[in-house]
Each structure stands twice: as C-alpha cells, then as structure tokens.
C-alpha cells in the first residue's frame, strides 16, 4: 500500500510546480506591461479587421524612402549622340545707331550735261524756249548757252541752279509745257525767225534782221527758207536800209581782204551777201568786214540760184 502512494507523489509534486511557474509568469507579465504579440500573417490577434495593428513599442514607423535613381541609359554602340546646344548668351540692350540716309537715293539721276548731243537736248531746248529761258532755236547740243538756260530755269523753280539736267528739272520743265512740234524741234536758224519788217512784205525780198540774226527768203508776203547770218563789227559795219541785188558772182574771191567770197550777191558797194566758212568754223565768235556771212552753204547755194539781179534787200534791227 505504502508502496502505492509513494509512486502517485511524483506526479502531484510535478502538477504543483506546473501551476507554481504559470502564477510568477502571469504576475511578470503584468509587472513588465508587456503586448500582445501579433499573430502569423501581421495582425493581432485581438485587432478587429480594418483597425491599426499594435506594436511592441512606441517607435514610429519610418517613411518609404524615395526610389532609387536609374542611371541613364547607355547609348547604343556604333551611334553618336548630339552635343548639348550651347546657351545664347543673352543680348545687352545697346540702342542701335540711326540709319544714315543713302546719298544715292535723295540724288537725282543727271540726264544731260554740258557736251551732250541728242535729240533729247534738242527738246529740252525747245521746252526751255517755250518758258522764254532759251532764246535761240534748238541745235541739239548742250554748250555754255544752253547750261546758263537751265540755271535760269531752276533758279525760277527753287530747284539747285547746277545748270546739269536731271530727272527733277526734266519732270518739272515736261509738266509745265507742251511738246514741240516738228517745225520747233528743227528750225532753219538757230534764233527763232522775226517779224518780217512791212518792206518785206511785197515782191521778192531778202529779208534780214540784225536782231534775230536771220534772213528769210520772202515772195510776196511769204517765207520760202531761211538761214543764219552774221555781220560786221563795230569797226566795219554793215549798212541798214533798202538796197537791190547789183550783180552776182558764183565764186568770188575778195580784192581787198583777198578771201573767197562764194555765191555772192553784192547790194551796196562791196558789201554782199555770200558763204562764209569761217563762220561755219567759228560761228558768231567772229565778224565780217561788213558782208552778211551765211554759214549753211548749201541753203546759201540754194537762194543763190533764185535771186535775180533787181530783187531786193532789206536790213533792219
């Protein structure tokens, strides 16, 4: 019997030491404060679904950090990447210099000048006759007569008085005259015919004006040709009046000055009217010794062969 109890001690003695260790556990744990432990899986295992787990401590949870960066990609073999653009430095703000006006632009274009020959100068002449700044008939060619007419003109206009004619003088003098007729644009004479003195006006006359510079061929009333003439000087002048043509000669040539004298029509003593080659040479530079010199030889030849020995002479200013 003793021998019975003495086996069943043991396992009563183990049952109270079993009870013993879970009392001073309890008493620790509550003695220390400690957490319920979560459960397999991250929840607690008294957390209701939906609610913030507990944790061991009160260390807060640090944030995600931010992901790492990809080192850029590598470009492919056997291709060439473009350089970066280099950056514009910015432009400072330095006013720009004012434009120089262009000389060529504000100046006219010149379009005759001294020396000039044309039929463009013989117009121009022509319109500057009608303005009265030209008072000889229109040659063609642009001398020292001709640039003292345009200076005239564009002094009159408020125009630079340069005596040259550009595309303002020509524009100005076009819209303020007409266009000149043939007969204008060439005339017989370089001065323009004048009014037939009243002796002229019947029969056959060699009309000749001191003034204009010119004789006209008239019969009865009405003027056949004329021509350019020139007379002589101060020291040998030529005679003014009525006369009657005496005689003629072809080709004369001058006992007293010893100088040819063709188509000569003699009037009054040794005066005559004839061809002159100097004065076709010279013009009005020079002077006769009295005769009335004609230099267009063959208008001269012409009227050499209509005047009659009777018919008359008439010079006059």
Not at 183 to 193: D, G, Q
Request: charged fraction near 20%; charge should be positive; hydrophobic fraction near 30%.
């Amino acid at each position: 019997m003793d021998h019975g109890r003495n086996r069943g001690t043991p396992k009563m003695l183990r049952t109270s030491a079993l009870r013993t260790g879970l009392a001073t556990a309890a008493v620790l744990a509550a003695g220390v404060g400690c957490t319920v432990q979560p459960l397999p899986g991250g929840r607690a295992a008294d957390a209701k679904p939906g609610t913030a787990p507990v944790t061991a401590d009160a260390t807060p949870v640090p944030a995600p950090s931010q992901p790492p960066t990809k080192p850029p990609a590598k470009p492919a073999t056997g291709t060439t990447t473009a350089p970066a653009p280099t950056p514009t430095p910015s432009r400072t703000s330095t006013p720009l210099p004012a434009p120089t006006p262009s000389r060529t632009a504000s100046r006219p274009t010149t379009l005759m000048a001294n020396g000039s020959q044309s039929d463009r100068v013989r117009e121009l002449q022509a319109r500057l006759q009608q303005t009265g700044h030209f008072d000889l008939n229109p040659t063609g060619y642009y001398g020292s007569i001709t640039v003292t007419a345009v200076t005239s003109f564009q002094a009159d206009r408020g125009l630079p008085p340069t005596g040259a004619t550009d595309t303002v003088t020509w524009q100005r003098l076009v819209g303020m005259t007409r266009k000149p007729t043939k007969a204008e644009l060439r005339p017989p004479t370089t001065r323009p015919v004048a009014k037939p003195d009243p002796r002229c006006m019947e029969g056959r006359v060699m009309c000749i004006s001191k003034s204009s510079r010119t004789l006209t061929w008239m019969i009865d009333g009405k003027v056949t040709s004329a021509m350019d003439v020139r007379f002589g000087s101060q020291y040998t002048p030529t005679r003014e009046g009525t006369f009657l043509v005496g005689w003629k000669s072809r080709d004369h040539v001058s006992t007293l000055y010893d100088t040819p004298m063709p188509y000569a029509m003699f009037f009054s003593g040794g005066q005559a009217v004839h061809f002159s080659a100097d004065f076709a040479a010279r013009g009005y530079e020079g002077a006769s010794h009295g005769c009335v010199n004609v230099r267009d030889e063959k208008k001269i030849a012409s009227l050499f062969a209509q005047v009659r020995t009777g018919d008359k002479v008439v010079i006059y200013w």
